[in-house]
């Protein structure tokens, strides 16, 4: 039998629930380019490299933490937990 993760939102710590509009974030590197890559969410959690966001208020604290950074796994959920509240 397999297990299912429970998948949790890498900017509030919120917990993926059935009527959640949630959304994925990653880097696809080819050569020297990057690119950030937002897509809403069928099955979030899925692969490693993916940052899960709940919502739009998260997507947006993240992308703003890689557009300063340059690094998607730096907006930690409690850098961006702390900006919210």
Known sequence: MSETKQVVCDGCGAQKQKANHWYVLFIKTRGINRELVIREAASAGM???VM???GQSCVHKMVDRYLSSG???QAQMSEIHQETT
Do not use: G, H, K, P
């Open 47 to 49: 692969r490693v490299d």
């Open 52 to 54: 899960d966001a709940c």
């Open 71 to 73: 690094n998607l796994q």
